[in-house]
Every structure is written in structure tokens, then in C-alpha cells.
Nanobody, 114 residues
Framework: QVHLVESGGGLVQAGGSLRLSCAAR???????MAWYRQAPGKSRELVAA???????TYVDAVKGRFSISGDNAKKTVTLEMNNLQPEDTAVYYC?????????WGQGTQVTVSS
């Protein structure tokens, strides 16, 4: 079985920072790990991803504000979020990708007040 557990969400004022962490248990090493988010009434969207070589990618909306780092061997991924804005409010999900299959954590709420 595969389990991904997120931590670090919470309530922060606009301009503040949060750090999300995810630890996974699995019998294999993921090809990539990522963070997605889903705001109320919206579809889940990719925020940032890191591949097995440590190369990061970001959605345009968070470039320059968020930083993803991962250790695929340790099966951990972290998302540093700075200068948070109300539009960043969402449930954030940790994702592990392996041979075409996606695995998800339970999600952690991030709320940014104006």
C-alpha cells in the first residue's frame, strides 16, 4: 500500500509564509512528487512538481513565491510558500507519480486572510 501524509497547513495573513511537508510510505521510489491544490468550486490544479533528478517546475501563479524540494529516495517533498495571497487559499494535496499512476495524500487546508 501507498500512504502520503501532509502536514503544515493553517491560517496565515496575506504576505505571510507557510511550509508544507509530505512523507510517503511505499514499496517503490516515485518518478516525481508534486503539490496540487483545490479551491472551493474549482478543479484540482498542479502547483509545483519535482522529478527524480530534483528538477522543479511551477505553475506561473506561484513562480517566485513558492519553492519545492524533494528527496525521492526518502520519499519526502516540501513546499515553502512565501508572500501568500488570499487566492492561494485551498486544500493542498501531496502527489506521488509512479509508472503512470497517481497517489494522493488526504490534503491539508491553507487559508490566507486579507
Amino acid at each position: 500500500q501507498v500512504h502520503l501524509v501532509e502536514s503544515g497547513g493553517g491560517l496565515v495573513q496575506a504576505g505571510g509564509s507557510l511550509r508544507l511537508s509530505c512523507a510517503a510510505r511505499s514499496q517503490f521510489v516515485f518518478n516525481a512528487m508534486a503539490w496540487y491544490r483545490q479551491a472551493p468550486g474549482k478543479s484540482r490544479e498542479l502547483v509545483a512538481a519535482v522529478n527524480s533528478d530534483g528538477f522543479p517546475t511551477y505553475v506561473d501563479a506561484v513562480k517566485g513565491r513558492f519553492s519545492i524540494s524533494g528527496d525521492n529516495a526518502k520519499k519526502t517533498v516540501t513546499l515553502e510558500m512565501n508572500n501568500l495571497q488570499p487566492e492561494d487559499t485551498a486544500v493542498y494535496y501531496c502527489n506521488g507519480f509512479y509508472l503512470g499512476a497517481n497517489f494522493w495524500g488526504q490534503g491539508t487546508q491553507v487559508t490566507v486572510s486579507s
